[in-house]
Structures are given as structure tokens and as C-alpha cells.
């Protein structure tokens, strides 16, 4: 990890997802076959997009995978089941803002996976990162800990924070020149065994 703020926003998340009771566990994503999400029943990403608009070192085949499952007529349209939200760290002073994040979100989208929460793009250039992250965290742990409970979750209440904007969800293949630290996924947030991954590049719970 470069700066290690999405580490923070990670282990930040999966600790209080464990004070809500949610089974959940803090996965590196290197080495975390991207097939084995559409396995899973909810999955949050927290990841940068590093220079020249790639993934971070490692966190490659897990991107790629899932763009590649994206574009396979077999995956279909069956993961209904599957929740999901991303929240991109990145700074808008770079001609191509938080490309990897959009590409992850969008990949989920296509294979039928369940958006809970809108897309996140967060802006260093605007301030704190960890800040912006806030409101997106409270609002996926609210709906899944009602889904745990198996309570209507409910549309999502509007959240908002300066420097942070929300997409539903778009297909850009456009980069970020501007390094940041490896991406880190949180996934499988009821049924996965707990564990904590060694490297920076992931966080599942």
C-alpha cells in the first residue's frame, strides 16, 4: 500500500461489520479467484486505481476476471441474489478519475448482481478520503444487516458528502494516472469463514 487508505476504509468496514453481527471477513483479492464472487451473497469493494489507469499490482486478475464474466453470454442474469456496492478512492486531478472502480461496478452490474448502494467515486483533491467513505459504509452495512435479519431492506436513504460522487453504475473504461494503494474487496458478508488476507490488495467480507 502506497498511502493506505483504502486498507483503512477496509478493515474500518469489516470491523463494524462484525459489532452488527454480520459474518464477515477481510479478504486480499490477489490471489481471490473473481469467479468465486458470483458464489458469494454480498460483496463490497473498496479499491484505487493505480498509474495509467490499471489495478494495483496483484489486484489485476481479480478485475479482469470479473470484466471477462461480464462478457460471457454463460454467466446470464442469474445473480439476483448477490448485493453489492463499490466505493472508489482516487483525485480528480488525473485526466481519467477512478476507471477501475467504474469498471468493477459495472462488471457486477452486467452479471446480474444486486447494486444496494450507488457507486462512490471518491475525490482526494477534495478532502478526506476516509470522511467521504462514511456515509457509503453506513448505508451497505444498514441494508445488509436488515437483510441478515431478513427484514425488507428498503430503498436506500439519499447520502451525500463534499467531494464524493455517486453513480449508479456506468460502463467507463476510461484510467486514472495516479497511483493510490491496492484495491481491497469485502465480500461474502453472511456465510464465509473469518480470516484477514496478508497483503493490501483486498478485504472481503
Known amino acids: 500500500s502506497v498511502k493506505g487508505t483504502c486498507r483503512r476504509i477496509a478493515m474500518r468496514t469489516h ?15 490477489c490471489g481471490y479467484d473473481a469467479e468465486q464472487v458470483l458464489h458469494e451473497k454480498a460483496v463490497l469493494v ?19 476476471g470479473l ?13 439476483g441474489n448477490i448485493a453489492f456496492a463499490v466505493f472508489g478512492a482516487g483525485s480528480s486531478v ?18 446480474g448482481a444486486r447494486r444496494i448502494v450507488p457507486r462512490v467515486d471518491a ?12 456515509a457509503w459504509l ?6 445488509l444487516a436488515k437483510e441478515a435479519k431478513g427484514q425488507p431492506p428498503g430503498p436506500s ?3 451525500k458528502h463534499a467531494g464524493a460522487a455517486m453513480e449508479a453504475g456506468d460502463s467507463d473504461s476510461d484510467s ?14 453472511a456465510g464465509a469463514p473469518q480470516g484477514q488476507g496478508g497483503k493490501d490488495a483486498g478485504a472481503a467480507i
Do not use: W
Open 46 to 64: 473498496i479499491l484505487p486505481t493505480y498509474q495509467d489507469g490499471r489495478p494495483p499490482e496483484g489486484a489485476s486478475p481479480f478485475v479482469d
Open 94 to 111: 488525473y485526466q481519467h478519475f477512478n476507471s477501475v472502480a467504474r469498471r468493477v461496478d459495472a462488471a457486477l452490474g452486467t452479471v
Open 157 to 159: 436513504a439519499p447520502f
Open 67 to 79: 470484466v471477462d464474466a461480464s462478457r460471457d453470454f454463460r454467466v446470464g442474469q442469474a445473480n
Open 123 to 134: 475525490d482526494e483533491a477534495a478532502g478526506d478520503v476516509l470522511a467521504q467513505a462514511d
Open 138 to 143: 453506513a448505508a451497505c452495512l444498514d441494508l
Open 176 to 189: 486514472e494516472a495516479g497511483g493510490d494503494q491496492p484495491l481491497m474487496d469485502l465480500e461474502d458478508l
Open 15 to 29: 470491523a463494524k461489520a462484525v459489532a452488527l453481527g454480520l459474518d464477515a471477513e477481510l479478504t486480499d483479492v
